[in-house]
């Protein structure tokens, strides 16, 4: 028995990515889901990709808050490249729409105190059609390192799943080998998952900081509530290999777009917190309304998020379509973890009808109850007796988060 615990520990220092980055889940930009690959910039001057689009929402988010809450790795999705690699064979940009260049464009982002992220492609070529990175491997990794870039999000189109475990630790090598630190974000279990094959997450853990398991978000909350179910059915087999250094991706926030109310909104950030989820938006900040804004840059849900613990939270009751979530993090008081709740209704007759959730169905059993806060809400804070109950009204299709602490014994 000692021995398997000692392996186990063993597993978890040894046989993880250890380039000291993502102990907490990454928070940052980018364009995929909001700008997609708009490369028309006649038509959509301000919108299209491009250099100025990404100076704007790095002006932004140094200027308005977003980066001071955490969020600070803009991030470059597909369709930044030129159709060819460059006579050297080096990945170049698109000479019109990035004109000064990657580098240029990653120090400006640097002279903001954000970080620059990038995206590639392990295959023949991006999604979108752009130079994918095989047989470039170590080249692309150096040429990234040479800009300066300090996240890659390598994609997957265009490649044999089969390849994939050790292609992307080819990469995650030649990464290494370049001395920059770059957070190393891997696409390959969207690959496998949806084809009905379990990705190894072992491997994913050796090779990468983070992980999109399964489809892309889309600006809907069919799209947010289908994540969110397909995280939940596969949670048991996902969440342990969620910690620091290394993470499940649900992929984006959408917060602040089209398709979310603001309720939905606070699901999508309650849940998103909840799972330990990169905090990544795709969004417009240069629109965002200020009910959307306050859920994005909320302290307590951002805290929630980037627990240290790094635990993922599971779905552990539901009660007439109402579920709820836990998550255990910090403080610790007296032996009794703190917990994060996240409440989602997928009722969708009009009312916010009141749930109650026993502590003691919960598995919440702090000798003393609990304080009880609501995060997006300004209540005032409350408590709850050992053996009571949680009972908040969640709206349809809305999210509540809330958080408990455990109140400590009292001293005589
Ligand atoms: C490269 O890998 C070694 C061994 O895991 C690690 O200590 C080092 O921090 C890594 N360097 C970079 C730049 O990722
Ligand atoms: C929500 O309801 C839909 C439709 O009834 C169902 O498919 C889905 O699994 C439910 N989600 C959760 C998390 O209970």
């Known amino acids: 028995m000692i021995q398997i615990i000692f392996f186990c520990l063993m597993g978890i220092s040894v046989y993880a990515l250890d380039n000291g980055l993502a102990i907490k889940p990454p928070m940052g930009w980018m364009h995929w889901q909001r700008f997609r690959c708009v490369i028309d910039c006649e038509t959509y001057p301000d919108e299209c990709v491009s250099e100025d689009l990404f100076r704007k929402m790095a002006d932004i988010m140094e200027s308005e808050g977003y980066l001071n809450a955490g969020y600070n790795y803009i991030i470059v999705d597909d369709c930044w490249m030129d159709k060819n690699r460059a006579n050297d064979n080096r990945l170049q940009a698109d000479p019109i729409r990035f004109k000064s260049g990657m580098k240029s464009l990653g120090d400006y982002i640097h002279s903001k105190g954000l970080k620059f992220g990038i995206y590639g492609d392990y295959g023949t070529h991006t999604c979108a059609g752009y130079p994918g990175s095989l047989n470039y491997l170590e080249l692309d990794a150096q040429t990234f390192a040479d800009w300066g870039v300090d996240y890659v999000k390598l994609d997957g189109c265009y490649s044999d799943p089969d390849t994939m475990v050790e292609g992307y630790a080819a990469f995650g090598n030649y990464l290494n080998k370049t001395k920059r630190p770059m957070v190393y974000s891997c696409s390959w279990p969207a690959y496998q998952e949806p084809d009905g094959h379990e990705a190894d997450y072992d491997a994913l853990k050796k090779t990468c900081n983070l992980w999109r398991n399964w489809d892309d978000i889309d600006d809907s909350w069919s799209s947010v509530s289908s994540i969110i179910d397909w995280f939940t059915k596969h949670q048991d087999r996902l969440a342990p290999h969620s910690g620091p250094g290394h993470w499940n991706d649900p992929d984006m926030l959408i917060i602040g777009n089209y398709g979310l109310s603001e309720d939905q909104s606070k699901a999508q950030m309650a849940i998103w917190s909840i799972m330990a989820a990169p905090l990544i938006m795709s969004n417009d900040l240069r629109a965002m309304k200020t009910e ?22 599971k779905l552990i009751a539901s009660n007439k379509k109402v579920n709820l979530w836990t998550k255990p993090i910090l403080p610790k008081v007296d032996g009794y973890f703190s917990q994060a709740v996240g409440l989602v209704s997928n009722r969708t007759d009009g009312f916010a009808y009141l749930s109650d959730f026993k502590l003691d169905d919960i598995g919440l059993d702090a000798p003393n109850g609990y304080t009880i806060q609501n995060i997006f809400e300004n209540e005032k804070m409350y408590t709850i007796p050992p053996h009571g109950s949680i009972s908040a009204r969640v709206p349809p299709n809305g999210g509540v988060l809330l958080k408990l602490v455990p109140i400590p014994k009292k001293h005589l």
């Not at 307590?300 to 980037?306: C, H, L, P, R, Y």
């Open 292 to 313: 959307f804004k306050n859920i994005l840059l909320n302290k307590e849900a951002i805290g929630i998020n980037q627990d240290a613990l790094g635990i993922q939270g």
